[in-house]
């Protein structure tokens, strides 16, 4: 069974740093595209930022310059490195990977973790 697990959310100051992770667990045999999305109260769940297994990144126009995303294939593990947070980056965020597993490429979601920024 496969399993997306993310870290490392939390409460920060404006202007702060938080480092998201997302871990693949279970009988994994490869993972094409990874992305964090979030979703705010109230608002729609939204991308955030994608990273395909080759290293090509995109970013929504709202994070691009603060934030990262990078993959580590060997550990099966997905990070966002997130800088210069404002309040409007609190959310829940989940990570997202597209997985061959059992014969078929699908859709896996993490639990999601809350990232709250506010003095």
């Known amino acids: 069974q496969v399993q997306l697990v993310e870290s490392g959310g939390g409460l920060v100051q404006p202007g702060g740093s938080l480092r998201l992770s997302c871990a693949v667990s279970?009988?994994?045999?490869?993972?094409?595209?990874m992305r964090w999305y979030r979703q705010a109260p109230g608002k729609q769940r939204e991308l955030v930022a994608s990273?395909?297994?080759?290293?090509?990144?995109n970013y929504a126009d709202s994070t691009e310059g603060r934030f990262t995303i990078s993959r580590d294939n060997a550990k099966n593990t997905m990070y966002l490195q997130m800088n210069l947070l404002k309040p409007e980056d609190t959310a829940v965020y989940y990570c997202?990977?597209?997985?061959?597993?059992?014969?078929?490429?699908?859709?896996?979601w993490g639990q999601g973790t809350q990232v709250t920024v506010s003095s």
């Open positions: 997202n990977a597209v997985i061959w597993y059992a014969g078929a490429w699908s859709n896996y």
């Open positions: 279970g009988s994994t045999l490869s993972i094409s595209a």
């Open positions: 990273v395909t297994r080759a290293g090509t990144k």
